[in-house]
């Protein structure tokens, strides 16, 4: 972890929510929502398939626009924000099972194309990001290694290495725990616990587990039956089985 760190303000709010409303046809799939994120921070989404985490989280990128309400990304109308490389995100693990024959480093150097367009090649800078985020991830001795032949809790590292490269100060993860077990899951709240302590970023987790990263969380919400509504660490762990 030696590449030089940028200079983080934990506490600023990153993103919210303020009295959202949204269907899809005349049904609203969320109402009146209003929550908000702040940097150094991890709020854990939890709730059932189909309950309106990802569609929360759409309208957060301004992916989804309200019926009614408003969302500020990085204190800006979310719908006039340009800056992408301050937002990183991690889809469902289901694409890192690509037949290519992709390796860790190649992977996570992809998460750079945004940035780099087609011709121009990575500075010092970039390849100094890139071993810092593989080393955060705790990827550094797999750079060589297939990503197809990772294990679940390796590949989501490997994903979340990628989406880190730009040095976002937002971090999105869509179901990071799917397929990953106990011992990969401890390695992987590792990392993050560093990258939300340590660095400050600001960190969604979305999974329809309760297990999730709620007990790395400093809040837990769960979308039910179109509202958010707040629920004590202590009650999801009471419902661990
Ligand atoms: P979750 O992420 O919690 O599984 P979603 O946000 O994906 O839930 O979905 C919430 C609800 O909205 C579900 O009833 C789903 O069927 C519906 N929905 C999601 N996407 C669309 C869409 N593009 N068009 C119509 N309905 C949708």
């Given at each position: 972890m030696s590449a030089p760190e940028p200079q983080r303000r934990v506490g600023q709010t990153i993103l919210e929510w303020d009295h959202v409303t949204f269907g899809y046809?005349?049904?609203?799939?969320?109402?009146d929502v209003t929550l908000q994120l702040t940097s150094g921070e991890l709020l854990a989404v939890v709730g059932p398939?189909?309950?309106?985490k990802t569609t929360l989280v759409k309208l957060g990128l301004g992916l989804l626009h309200p019926t009614s309400g408003s969302v500020r990304l990085f204190g800006q109308p979310v719908e006039r924000?340009?800056?992408?490389?301050r937002v990183g995100y991690v889809p469902?693990?289901?694409?890192?099972?690509?037949?290519?024959?992709?390796?860790v480093l190649e992977v996570v150097r992809s998460g750079l194309a945004g940035h780099l367009g087609l011709v121009r090649r990575p500075t010092a800078a970039d390849r100094q990001r890139i071993e810092h985020v593989l080393e955060v991830m705790g990827i550094a001795e797999l750079r060589?290694?297939?990503?197809?032949?990772?294990s679940g809790g390796q590949q989501q590292r490997a994903l979340i290495a990628r989406a880190l490269v730009t040095a976002p100060q937002l971090l999105v993860l869509d179901?990071?725990?799917?397929?990953?077990?106990a011992a990969a899951r401890a390695a992987l709240r590792q990392s993050l616990e560093h990258l939300i302590r340590v660095e400050g970023v600001g960190v969604i987790s979305i999974s329809h587990?309760?297990?999730?990263?709620a007990d790395l969380a400093d809040r837990v919400v769960e979308v039910r039956a179109g509202r958010v509504v707040a629920r004590d660490r202590a009650d999801v762990e009471v419902r661990r089985p």
């Open positions: 046809g005349r049904t609203p799939v969320l109402r398939n189909g309950s309106g924000f340009r800056d992408w490389g469902q693990r289901a694409g890192a099972d690509s037949p290519l024959p992709l390796s060589t290694a297939p990503v197809s032949q990772l179901e990071p725990t799917t397929g990953v077990d587990d309760p297990e999730g990263f």
